[in-house]
């Protein structure tokens, strides 16, 4: 990153930390035009989508940043828990099996293995 976007970065995670998401999500729309690419800002960005309540902008952030980064855990967990507070079980697994076909991830075992599976 420049030198000026280390700065807005920063910036970025002072709003997030003391509560000023629609400051964050500025920052974060700058960033995101600067670096289109980087699934990691549009992640961001869904996440606080997702805690203003529009979980289908959300959504369409999220399945944005899994094609820009397919291999980060963190991007790919958000989105599989979104999908099942969406209620698309099935989308969500799907996702899962995505990830953990190309990667290794103790992280998603833990949340898979504490996901209880209705009784038949």
Do not use: T
Request: aromatic share 12%; proline share 3%; with cysteine.
């Amino acid at each position: 990153m420049k030198s000026i976007d280390k700065f807005k970065y920063k910036r970025l995670q002072w709003y997030v930390r003391n509560g000023q998401p629609d400051k964050a999500v500025v920052l974060l729309e700058e960033l995101a035009a600067s670096y289109p690419y980087r699934g990691d800002f549009l992640a961001m960005l869904a996440k606080l989508e997702w805690d203003a309540g529009d979980l289908e902008g959300a959504e369409r952030r999220f399945a944005k940043a899994v094609r820009f980064s397919p291999n980060s855990e963190r991007i790919s967990i958000g989105f599989f828990h979104l999908l099942l507070r969406l209620g698309r079980e099935g989308e969500a697994f799907d996702e899962a099996r995505r990830f953990l076909s190309r990667n290794c991830s103790d992280e998603y075992m833990r949340v898979l293995s504490a996901i209880k599976k209705p009784e038949a």
